[in-house]
């Protein structure tokens, strides 16, 4: 008998043991369950962990360089945590970012320990549709711009963005002027953005080409076509349903078709981003791409003679999309709730803030946006923060289920089928409605 | 009425030796429990709900996925896909590798470092081998400039479907002919050589050699590769993943790449429990088919 017990004993010890390990967290997670002031504060995405701070110095060290306006923010927002809170425990986690974010974030709410604060972009609307996250306080909803907020289905506002950028079209003045075309002056049209455009490859020859509106086959496609679809006031998607269907989507989709045959074929389209961009500001070929404000740094780097403008428009209309935004939340599960969003209140000081814009990131404080002075220097910026003065943006559509999925399918089958084919556009609308409306059941 | 004792329990060698090799294994059956069959009964029952790991708890739905993968003809003609692209696969590389496994079974002094390369690619990490595989295939890559340079048109390789099946075969064959080609290898020199200088004798040509001697001495190195390669065929999704991506638009996707999307990038993690349950099913009919008429038939 004492041996069966013994043997039950033993299982059951390599059981737990087995577990244990499995379990895995060395206290990311920190909500063990104590008292709010005792355990640590879980902080993924904002904020630098020590890895990163040597990570960010050395790259700085190497280019000779101070560090950059990414890394100097995070940095500054610990230290002012740390200076205005100090009996706050924080843990700063790198959790990486989008999928592998949205991943962890997953995990720690299914095992029921979630973090104080969840980030992201493109899945956070799920998050507030999913009425998982606190409504923010009137007092942090009101620095910013509306564009930088996401509302749940009730609307109230649950997340903010800590930097943002609206597309723009970036130009190569050199080019332009190759092919006869006046470097200063861009096209503001979708006419004259196709005129150019054709003008260019016609003269590149082979050598250089006009450029056109990207159609990857992933998220990179779908936010850089939202913009033009906006124009005509049309979305991939309306009040959660799909539009498909929609004679002015379509027309869009002959715009982006028509316009791709100013890329060397399979650039505009290709799963990487990368060749075209390297087309754009290192191998200098292509001259105009549509792209958030990042692409001045590429631009500089590369001793470019560039500009920037508004994005073109069909009848005037402008449209535009988010891009680039880092969203900030907290779960209505997390056990710090009013120091997380003391962080957040840290985390949008204008002091801080005002790090962005020297790197032409546009800021959502109304503080800043409504101080042309800030950036008036900074054409990027100029154009940016204008362009989200002037309208209320936000990131690409969003579906009420099965949304990635949808998403995937927009991506692929239509965006880059439109542009990798010449299969009728209404037919590959309507197959791809048949397989979303499937996804949306 | 008086209380007899029990009389104590005397156990046969024999089943103390069955208690100690149970001790054995134990922590593996635990092993396995915890990692392969909880997770397989939760796959199982996460196919009939609804998750998306957002939601304190999984949704009932019933049969609701399973419906849905076999009503709305997409899921089937990745399935469909899986098998076909994942069958040329297991094709090219069977034959292939029992090729080359007759290669390196020729004496040679260089056949120590054949045997070595050949092995070499499967070691190296697929996200690294296929990243310079994809950057061989861009639209000014390698591979077109090597057409340039010869005077061809370039190809536009992620516009094709047929294309990207072929570098995908390429890239699984690349990969995967070492270490079958190795178990070929195995099975050849576990034949006896006896055999063959009898046939020798009979004055059998290489051809009849090859039919009634080495066919039949590999049959259980066959099965055990056929099987394996039907499993891993139909579990192929890191290769999709890496190269193609599903593209072009969606021409390349197969089921195990999509389960790969829907449960952790999607979050639709109740139709991907669905769909590991279907190919799993399909995944040992396979098997069974397999076992039963091909193996059968020759005994």
């Known amino acids: ?441 | 009425m008086t209380k007899t004792a029990k009389a104590p329990k005397i156990m046969t060698k024999s089943k103390r030796e069955a208690r100690r090799a149970y001790c054995i294994i134990l922590p593996f059956f635990i092993y396995i429990a915890l990692w392969g069959l909880i997770p397989l009964v939760y796959g199982l029952y996460l196919g009939l709900t609804e998750y998306n790991g957002l939601a304190s708890s999984p949704k009932f739905v019933g049969f609701k996925n399973y419906v849905d993968f076999f009503t709305t003809g997409d899921y089937l003609t990745l399935l469909w896909r899986q098998f076909w692209i994942g069958g040329i696969c297991l094709l090219f590389n069977t034959v292939v590798s029992f090729i080359v496994g007759l290669a390196l079974n020729v004496n040679s002094k260089a056949r120590g470092f054949f045997r070595t390369s050949v092995y070499v690619p499967s070691i190296a990490a697929v996200s690294i081998t296929s990243a310079i595989f994809v950057a061989l295939l861009e639209v000014n890559g390698g591979i077109n400039g090597f057409l340039k340079q010869i005077g061809q048109p370039t190809i536009t390789w992620n516009y094709s479907q047929f294309w990207m099946v072929f570098w995908v075969v390429v890239y699984f064959l690349w990969r995967s002919l070492g270490p079958a080609a190795i178990i070929w290898l195995g099975g050849l020199q576990s034949i006896d050589p006896t055999l063959y200088e009898a046939a020798d004798v009979d004055g059998a040509s290489f051809a009849q050699k090859v039919r009634y001697i080495t066919i039949p001495g590999l049959k259980f190195v066959a099965s055990y590769i056929i099987l394996t390669g039907i499993v891993g065929a139909m579990q192929m999704f890191d290769i999709i993943m890496f190269i193609t991506k599903g593209n072009p638009y969606g021409k390349t996707d197969v089921l195990m790449y999509r389960i790969y999307r829907d449960g952790v990038v999607n979050f639709n993690m109740g139709m991907a429990g669905a769909e590991s349950t279907i190919l799993g099913i399909v995944t040992i009919i396979f098997a069974i088919i397999y076992f039963k008429v091909v193996l059968r038939k020759e005994d």
């Open chain 1, 1 to 441: 008998m004492k041996k069966r017990l013994l043997a039950v004993l033993l299982a059951g010890m390599m059981a737990l043991s087995v577990t244990a390990c499995g379990g895995g967290s060395d206290g990311g997670s920190g909500n063990d369950g104590g008292s709010s002031s005792s355990a640590k504060i879980v902080i993924p995405f904002i904020g630098y962990t020590e890895d990163q701070i040597k990570a960010a110095e050395q790259t700085a060290e190497e280019n000779g360089t101070e560090l950059g306006a990414e890394a100097q923010y995070h940095i500054k927002l610990m230290e002012a945590v740390e200076e205005q809170y100090p009996d706050y425990d924080v843990d700063w986690q790198d959790w990486g970012w989008a999928e592998a974010l949205d991943q962890k974030q997953r995990a720690t709410l299914t095992a029921g320990s979630p973090l104080d604060l969840v980030a992201g972009e493109t899945f956070m609307p799920t998050y507030a549709n999913e009425g998982i996250l606190e409504p923010l306080p009137d007092d942090i909803a009101s620095l910013v711009t509306p564009s930088y907020l996401i509302y749940d289905t009730e609307g109230n506002p649950v997340a903010v963005s800590l930097k943002s950028s609206v597309f723009m079209l970036f130009y190569n003045k050199d080019l332009m002027e190759k092919a006869g075309l006046d470097p200063e002056t861009p096209p503001t049209t979708w006419d004259e953005f196709k005129e150019m455009s054709d003008q260019i490859t016609e003269a590149g020859n082979g050598e250089f080409w006009g450029g056109g509106i990207p159609s990857f086959p992933h998220a990179g496609g779908a936010l850089r076509a939202t913009p033009f679809f906006r124009q005509l006031g049309t979305d991939f998607g309306v009040d959660g349903k799909i539009n498909l269907n929609d004679s002015k989507v379509q027309e869009t989709l002959q715009f982006i078709r028509d316009m791709n045959k100013n890329f060397p074929e399979g650039l505009g389209n290709n799963a990487s981003e990368d060749p075209l961009w390297n087309a754009f500001q290192k191998d200098q070929t292509i001259a105009f791409a549509i792209n958030g404000a990042w692409q001045q740094t590429g631009c500089d780097q590369n001793n470019m003679n560039w500009g920037v403008a508004p994005l073109p428009t069909k009848d005037g209309t402008e449209g535009n999309c988010l891009v680039g935004s880092n969203f900030v939340g907290v779960p209505k599960a997390s056990k710090h709730k009013e120091e997380a969003f003391n962080i957040i209140r840290v985390a949008l000081q204008e002091d801080l803030q005002k790090i962005w814009l020297t790197e032409s990131t546009s800021s959502g404080l109304n503080s800043i946006l409504d101080n042309p002075d800030l950036y008036s220097d900074n054409p990027t910026l100029t154009t940016a923060n204008e362009a989200l003065k002037s309208g209320t943006f936000s990131g690409v559509a969003v579906f009420p289920k099965n949304d990635a999925q949808v998403w995937e399918v927009i991506n692929q089958k239509v965006l880059a089928r439109t542009t990798m084919t010449e299969d009728p556009i209404d037919e590959i609308c309507s197959q791809a409605t048949q397989e979303i409306e499937a996804l949306l059941k």
